[in-house]
């Protein structure tokens, strides 16, 4: 990435799609931190092994998922959807106690897997609508997420990082993938066809 600021309004449609993705139950079990500070992106580029997107990206997006689901956090959900659309919060009693009955009695890792999940799919999305808008973007999973959230503060928000998607242009003189061909796996052996 060449260091070049994305217009704002770039980064809000790319932010707008990752908040309409869907997810299980409408939960959005996670939050996304947008860091533009360059000296919080050079604390973090050691943990994510040294990776320059990071550094060299204009917004740094990082994705974290819900470390459990909580009653609380349930209720709060569905509190706003029924600000939203009008209708008394006690709609939702007997579908929030069915998601109460099956989040609550597993375990927070398995919990914390299931939010992680979610926050993908507004991930992709992310993605998708940055290169809609000709906006670089580089999916990372290389980082140290233990390291991150102690960084970040995000225990005491009740959040673990699942990913990172710097977002940026990309520096055309110096990469060396930029004039490759772009090689995925033949569309006849990825897409298997059922009868």
């Known amino acids: ?3 070049q600021i994305v217009p704002q309004e770039k980064i809000d449609s790319i932010l707008e799609a990752a908040r309409l993705a869907p997810t299980s139950s409408g939960l959005q079990p996670f939050k996304i931190l947008v860091i533009t500070n360059p000296e919080l992106k050079a604390k973090i580029q050691p943990v994510a092994f040294g990776q320059t997107q990071i550094v060299d990206s204009s917004h740094l997006l990082v994705f974290a998922a819900w470390d459990k689901y909580t009653a ?3 209720d709060a ?3 706003h959807t029924a600000v939203e ?4 919060a006690s709609s939702f009693d007997d579908y929030t106690t ?3 009955n099956m989040y609550l009695n597993q375990s927070a890792q398995t919990n914390f897997e299931h939010a992680a999940r979610q926050a993908y799919i507004a991930f992709g999305l992310a993605i998708a609508a940055a290169a809609e808008l000709q906006v670089d973007a580089t999916p990372m999973e290389g980082f140290d997420n233990a390291a991150l959230d102690e960084l970040l503060g995000l225990p ?3 959040l673990k990082s699942v990913t990172l998607l710097p977002l940026g242009y990309r520096d055309q003189e110096n990469d060396w993938l930029v004039n490759q061909k772009k090689v995925r796996t ?3 052996e990825l897409v298997l066809k059922l009868a």
Do not use: D, H, S, Y
């Open 1 to 3: 990435m060449n260091g």
């Open 72 to 74: 609380e956090r349930i």
């Open 77 to 79: 959900v569905f509190a």
């Open 85 to 88: 659309r009008g209708i008394p």
């Open 98 to 100: 069915r998601l109460k």
């Open 156 to 158: 005491e928000q009740g």
């Open 186 to 188: 033949p569309k006849e």
